[in-house]
């Protein structure tokens, strides 16, 4: 028999931050689809309007991946413990994600991982999130601010290979995250529900499918949860199996 337990997986200012960084990103994308084939796509009116709305979606992603920095390291101090993956995630947890996600979702199995405010992500999302937010992220933002101030940057320009290499290596990225966002769209979609992981990023709370331990009893009084996090979970009697 199983239950749900509601726990608060994701608190406020992860949350604003990730729909600011989307909407960015998601802009970013769009309005690069006009700068870099101009011939063929028309969205904003003219090429300026495309560069002056990419150029400031560039500015609101780069402020809001500053604030979940500084919030991850010096408020909530949870970076580390939740997007470094362990010796044991790389040996053997990578390969049980990813075997879940390419076959056994597609025999009903059960996800081998279940979020709790200490443990948010699976191994894998652990590593894709890693390379997206701190070798990504940064290397996109550096060569946006880079390209945006071409003239007083002009000696950065001359280390780095000159304008070519630096528009390749922004343009690369960019596709990156393009790729980046289709799969992390899709994967988001395997929860027990379509919306199961949407919904702790609109207002906090996941709801998590549990199998009863020793068989509870129907309409008994939930046991009180003991672990670290305990205000931040709430068991419901509610039985789906
Ligand atoms: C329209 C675009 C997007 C949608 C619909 C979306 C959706 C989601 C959903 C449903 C989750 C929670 C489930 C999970 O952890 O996988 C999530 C988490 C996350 N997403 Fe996205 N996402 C979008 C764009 C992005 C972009 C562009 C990035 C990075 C550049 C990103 C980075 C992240 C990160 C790091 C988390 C974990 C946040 C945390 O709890 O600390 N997302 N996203």
């Known amino acids: 028999m199983k239950h749900t337990e509601q726990i608060y997986l994701t608190p406020m200012p992860v949350r604003i931050w990730h729909w600011l960084n989307a909407f960015g990103i998601v ?16 969205i904003f009116g003219t090429y300026k309007a495309a560069i002056r709305l990419h150029n400031t979606a560039g500015v609101v992603v780069s402020i809001s991946y500053a604030l979940w920095l500084i919030y991850y390291m010096f408020v909530a101090r949870t970076m580390l413990k939740l997007y470094v ?11 049980r994600q990813a075997f879940f996600y390419f076959f056994y979702y597609f ?16 191994p894998l999302q652990k590593a894709s999130y890693l390379v997206i937010m701190f070798v990504l992220l940064p290397l996109v933002v550096f060569s946006g601010y880079v390209l945006m101030y071409v003239a007083p940057l002009r000696e950065i320009f001359i280390v780095i290979g000159g304008i070519k290499t630096l528009v390749s290596v922004h343009y690369l990225i960019a596709c990156c ?22 919904k702790p990023m609109w207002n906090g709370w996941e709801e998590e499918e549990v199998e009863d331990e020793l068989g509870a009893i129907p309409g008994a009084e939930p046991v009180p949860v003991t672990e670290p996090h305990a205000a931040a979970r709430h068991s419901s009697t509610t039985e789906t199996a």
């Open 85 to 95: 993956p362990t010796l044991e995630d790389i040996k053997s947890g990578l390969f």
């Open 177 to 198: 995250f393009c790729a980046f966002l289709f799969v992390h769209i899709y994967l988001a979609t395997l929860g027990h529900t379509p919306f199961a992981h949407f």
């Open 107 to 122: 025999k009903g199995g059960p996800n081998p991982h279940h979020s709790t405010p200490d443990s948010k992500f699976n």
């Open 27 to 42: 802009t970013l994308c769009v309005t690069a689809l006009q700068i870099r084939f101009p011939d063929y796509v028309n």
